[in-house]
């Protein structure tokens, strides 16, 4: 979950021994520094991303409960106009994993997309 405190945490939501509603504690917090405004999991390749009203997009491992980077994906506004910040994030494949006509065999290609509060779009390659 993200809240407007600047923390993403963690539940074990398949725990068959505490349900959801029953835990009381967070598995883990990350302090990702502004309001959460979107939060996306991607249990494929075990990472999730995070868009704050700061404007930082946060990649985060979900095992260990780190960040494992971070970005501000817009510039600042000119003048007197509004700052534009990551309104929302999530994990997308681009490209399966293949093998090369040389039997080489290449991983599948993963990127973040962001959407900007002014209504533009920003693509991160993982």
Known sequence: TGGYDGFVRAFEYDDSETPLEMQKEPMYELDVGSEVLSVSINNEIGCGVAATAGGTVALFSLEEGEIMAEWKPFGRGVGK??????????????????????????????????????GSLYQKRL
């Open 81 to 118: 106009r509004k700052r534009e910040y990551a309104r929302c994030a999530t994990i997308v494949q681009n490209d399966q994993e293949s093998v090369t006509d040389d039997g080489e065999k290449q991983a599948a290609i993963w990127s973040v997309i962001c959407g900007g509060s002014e």
